[in-house]
């Protein structure tokens, strides 16, 4: 891999970063700034859980299969999603902050994102504080 010679050991965790900054402009675009989440812009405490996880090499199986293939991620998401949801394309609610970090807001997260990619649109799920 090209990023191996720069970043060493900590080439996946350089990869996390790029690609989570890249898709939280997107989804920042769309759904706008302030108080809302989603997948890409956490409440810091969850973030820095992702991040120390990350570092410590300890985020389960499923997870480190994502940086695979994308055929690999639609699986994890598959085996989160607890069935399937209709989606449409661009900004969707998914309900309040205090669902982020419940199994349920887990699962219907990623439900919506493995029924958008199956659809080939542009869904940007997400949480808000209100």
Do not use: W
């Not at 970043?7 to 790029?18: D, I, L, N, P, W």
């Not at 998401?77 to 449409?88: I, N, T, Y």
């Not at 669902?99 to 699962?107: F, L, T, Y």
Request: net charge negative; aromatic share 10%.
């Amino acid at each position: 891999m090209f990023l191996n010679p720069i970043f060493g050991s900590k080439t996946r965790m350089a990869q996390y970063h790029g690609v989570t900054e890249a898709a939280c402009r997107v989804h920042d675009e769309k759904i706008g700034v302030g108080r809302v989440f989603h997948l890409y812009r956490l409440p810091e405490t969850i973030e820095e859980r992702i991040s120390d996880a990350f570092q410590e090499g300890s985020l389960p199986e499923e997870v480190t299969r994502c940086f695979e293939a994308a055929e690999d991620a639609v699986r994890v998401l598959a085996d989160l999603a607890k069935g399937p949801v209709e989606v449409k394309s661009g900004p969707v609610r998914l309900g309040g902050a205090d669902m982020i970090n419940s199994p349920d807001g887990v699962a219907l997260l990623a439900a919506t994102y493995r029924a958008a990619f199956q659809a080939g649109i542009k869904c940007y799920p997400y949480f808000t504080d209100r």
